[in-house]
C-alpha cells in the first residue's frame, strides 16, 4: 500500500524554464511533509518541508504547495538549472510519528 | 551544519559473514536515527528507527536478529548485517535527527553500497 505516491516517473525541461513536480498522499494523518533530491548513490538531500497548517512555503527557486482537500502537493522550481537534474522523492509523516514515508521518486532532467 | 557520515561508503563480502555499517552526525546529536534501503530505481524503504540508549524499532517484515542496530551515543548508530546473503545486497542510507530541533526532518549520510558474493 503507497501512501506516497509520486505518479510521473521522470520529467524532462529545458532550463531557465519552470520545473513542477507532484506528489499525492493518501493517508489524512500526515501533517508535515518534505522534499528531498537525491544523486545516484548519495544519500537525499534535504530542499524543504510544509506543514499542514500552510498551504505554501517558498525558499530562494524552490516554493513547496499543499492542497490538503486533495491530498496534494507540488514542489516547483524556478528557473530550473542543469544541475537540478537529480531524483526528487516526497516524503510525509504524521503528527507523533517520527518516521517518514518517502514516495516512489520523480527523475527530473533540465537541459541546456 | 547537519552533516551525517557513513562508514564504509562501500563494501563487498562473502555470502555468510557479518558487515556493520556506521553512521555518525558530525555537527550535532542524533537523539534518532534511522536506517532505510533502496533498490535499483526504487524509493527508500525505512528498516528501523533507533533512538539513542534504546531498542531499534523495526518496521514489518525486516529481521531484527538479522539486521542488527545499536544506537549508542548521541552521534553514533551502527548497523550490522549478520550472516549476510547475496539477496541482502543493497545501498543502505541512514539518516538522522533531532526532533526538538528540526521537526520531522532528517538528515541522511551518504550511503553504503552492500555486495555480498
Not at chain 1, 41 to 56: H, Q, R
Amino acid at each position: 500500500d503507497q501512501q506516497v505516491k509520486q505518479n510521473s516517473p521522470s520529467l524532462s525541461v529545458q532550463e531557465g524554464r519552470i520545473s513542477i513536480l507532484n506528489c499525492d498522499y493518501t493517508n489524512s494523518m500526515f501533517d508535515y511533509f518534505l522534499w528531498y533530491k537525491k544523486y545516484p548513490a548519495e544519500g537525499p538531500t534535504f530542499l524543504i518541508s510544509i506543514s499542514s497548517i500552510k498551504d505554501k512555503n517558498e525558499d530562494g527557486r524552490f516554493t513547496v504547495f499543499l492542497n490538503k482537500s486533495a491530498k496534494h502537493l507540488s514542489l516547483h522550481i524556478v528557473p530550473s538549472q542543469p544541475g537540478d537534474s537529480a531524483v526528487y522523492f516526497c516524503a510525509a509523516s504524521a503528527k507523533g510519528f517520527q518516521k517518514l514515508v518517502f514516495g516512489t521518486g520523480t527523475r527530473l532532467l533540465v537541459s541546456p | 551544519g547537519a552533516v551525517v557520515s557513513q562508514h564504509p561508503s562501500w563494501v563487498i563480502c562473502k555470502s555468510g559473514t557479518s558487515v556493520k555499517i556506521e553512521c555518525r552526525s558530525l555537527d550535532f546529536q542524533a537523539t534518532t536515527m534511522f536506517w532505510y534501503r533502496q533498490f535499483p530505481k526504487q524509493s527508500l524503504m525505512l528498516m528501523a528507527t533507533s533512538n539513542e540508549g534504546s531498542k531499534a524499532t523495526y518496521e514489518q517484515g525486516v529481521e531484527k536478529d538479522k539486521f542488527l542496530i545499536n544506537h549508542a551515543s548521541l552521534t553514533l548508530s551502527t548497523l550490522t548485517v549478520t550472516s549476510a546473503h547475496p539477496e541482502d545486497s543493497s545501498f543502505y542510507i541512514c539518516s538522522a535527527s533531532q526532533p526538538a530541533r528540526w521537526s520531522y526532518e532528517q538528515y541522511f549520510g551518504p550511503g553504503t553500497r552492500l555486495t555480498v558474493t
